[in-house]
């Protein structure tokens, strides 16, 4: 492979990363504000913004893929054999891998056994398509599947979170005021330059406000190092 060639399928993979990681972050995002019932729109992100979120997405999918795998490592086992055997089968020389015909063929006249090879070229003809489209739509649902079920698994990772109060949670509360005045008093689920969604202590659910004249405040003082005298 000459160096035009690799570069030309580098960037051909670069690009097709790209689309993927966006895809994946942007359905990560919406399937994440969803759980909350709390529209995306509201919430436009930058392309730079979801594709680390689809990166964060695809790393948490691969490590939860790779829990399940080494906790069902038996189903893995069998399934190794169970590959191995139809491999054994299918190369043997009784199903005709070896390239010649079926005994039961050459017993058949010359006109049957070109009508029975046509059908039989015909009939794959007519299957590729279907698995062509099956195996395309497959491949373009993963990136699909993978946002969704990363952006469900984080909203419902921080619900077991939120359920445990503002004073047990490890995730900080925020709280907004109005003139002083607490009106509202959550986790902060979404952000953008004129509004913020949180969830609601009180309601139990996803609410979004409007920033203007809103102060968002904390409600944990960061711990300071004390420091050491001379």
């Not at 984080?154 to 939120?162: D, G, L, P, R």
């Amino acid at each position: 492979m000459n160096w035009p060639t690799a570069l030309s399928l580098f960037t051909a993979l670069v690009a097709a990363g790209t689309v993927t990681l966006h895809l994946i972050g942007d359905v990560r995002h919406r399937q994440y504000l969803k759980h909350w019932g709390i529209d995306a729109g509201l919430f436009p992100k930058t392309a730079d913004w979801i594709l680390i979120n689809g990166y964060y997405g695809v790393v948490d999918r691969f490590v939860a893929i790779l829990i399940a795998m080494l906790g069902n490592l038996h189903w893995l086992a069998a399934a190794a054999v169970i590959l191995g055997v139809y491999v054994f089968i299918l190369l043997s020389p009784a199903s005709g891998a070896l390239g010649e015909a079926p005994a039961w063929l050459l017993r058949q006249p010359e006109w049957r056994r070109r009508l029975i090879r046509q059908m039989l070229l015909m009939a794959m003809f007519v299957s590729v398509v279907p698995c062509a489209l099956f195996l395309l739509t497959a491949f373009m649902a993963v990136p699909a599947a993978l946002g969704e079920t990363a952006g469900k698994s984080a909203a419902e990772n921080e619900a077991s979170e939120h359920r445990k109060g503002c004073q047990l949670s490890m995730i900080s509360c925020v709280e907004l005021k109005h003139e002083g005045e607490v009106i509202a008093t959550g986790f902060v689920l979404d952000s953008s330059p004129s509004r913020i969604a949180i969830f609601d202590t009180q309601a139990q659910r996803g609410r979004v406000l409007a920033l203007d004249n809103l102060e968002v405040m904390s409600n944990r003082t960061p711990k300071l190092k004390e420091s050491v005298a001379p």
